[in-house]
């Protein structure tokens, strides 16, 4: 069996390890996802890995990943699902790739604060309520790469500095040579070559991607100077997609390093230009059918579709909480830079947080998508909790409202007035979540641990310490007081 031949075969450990073999193969690499949704992984020899592994598990300290266990219940056990298995395409040495979910040694129950077991539950959750069998997702996560990035804070300084060839500010610099063509602020969508210097990057990534068995679509420069790229995958089923995420966000960071480079998914690197945003597209379906269609709805819209969308609205403070989870993300949700700051729905508008593209007619292609959400949230989380979002308007037929078609951020005061907004920060974004999270817990998809472990962590280890810094800005406003 060869690496294109894997994609999508793979079913038991058998399979997996003909598949090594015959790849020649010499490396183990097990991966799971810590909570706030980075990758974390250990390695071993080939040889080492038998058959029964996959039941047996292979151990770790769950006290040293961020959000898991105390260092008196640090024994946890990683499980591979065998139809993760790719070569991994960021490895020299030929390296099986394997995502794993964690349970517990002494009773072999799933682990709770596993974010792709709660992914898992979500789906399973979906099925029981006979609504539909499936959902579909599609998120569109942007990113930046720059060609450096230095960072520091300590007690008495702070500073970060980005930089990169393509970035307008680098117009007059006394390179050697300076050859212009740049994108100047947002007009990075999309100039081709020169202007666009990452071309070949960014099909690198593609076709990386596609070997591992992640389907890509499109890819192109963003409304940002300095590098801001976007790279959409197909869509593909919840916690498909969000293995498939997690293999994106790997491979982007990645083939840029291998080029001198660095990526970022941070939501806001750059003051007065566009964020990263990772707008999700997301439809249910029932025995083969789309659901989300109507032709005689608003902009095709099915009446489930509506209400699907009246739970996300009603929801959002609470689910940004989770889909845009850091500091850093309200800095992109600010009105401008197409910034979808208003909890209103729209077909084609950009500046609703919940727009209904209008690209195709076909039933098939019928979807919602939200648009707060970056790609700094943990996938799994983040796509499970919009989906019980949106089964909780459908279940509780909540309206949407009325639909805004026109611009947003040109309405008059009275008008505006009329539309919420997202959370301005991440703090009031935490609180919605700790008010509002009832309709995540339906059929134990998340629990209150978990809950109650991202709010204290988030709180802890990131707003306060934000809070409670001097920021540089502060000593141009205040220093000669």
Known sequence: MTVKEASGTLSTPKDVLEFARANNVEIVDVKFVDLPGMWQHFSMPLVEVKEAAFVDGFGFDGSSIRGFQSINESDMLLIADPTTAIIDPACAIPTLSLICNIIDPITREPY????????????????????????YWGPEAEFFIFDSVRYDQNQHSAFYDVDSVEGIWNSGSNSAPNLGHRPRWKEGYFPTAPTDTLQDIRSEISLKLIEAGVPVEVHHH?????????????????????????????????????????????????????????????????????????????????????????????????????????TNSYRRLVPGYEAPVNLAYSRRNRSAAVRIPMYSTNPKAKRVEFRPPDASSNPYLTFAALLMAGLDGIMNKIDPGEPFDMDLYDLEPEEAARIKQVPGSLSESLDALEADHDFLLRGGVFTEDLLNTWIDYKRLKEVDPVRMRPHPYEFFLYYDI
């Open 222 to 326: 963003e409304v940002a100077t300095a590098g801001q790229c976007e790279i959409d995958l197909r869509f593909g089923g919840l916690v498909k997609m969000g293995d498939a995420l997690m293999v994106y966000k790997y491979v982007v960071k990645n083939v840029a390093r291998a080029h001198g480079k660095t990526a970022t998914f941070m939501p806001k690197p750059l003051f007065q230009d566009n964020g990263s945003g990772m707008h999700v597209h997301q439809s249910l379906w029932k025995d083969g059918k789309p659901l989300f269609f109507s032709a005689d709805g608003y902009a095709n819209l099915s009446e489930m579709a509506m209400y699907y969308i009246g739970g996300l609205l009603k929801h959002a403070p609470a689910l940004l909480a989770l889909a845009a989870p850091t």
């Open 112 to 135: 709770t604060r596993d974010a792709r077991y709660v992914a898992q539950k979500a789906e399973a959750y979906l099925k029981s309520t006979g609504i539909a069998d499936i959902s």
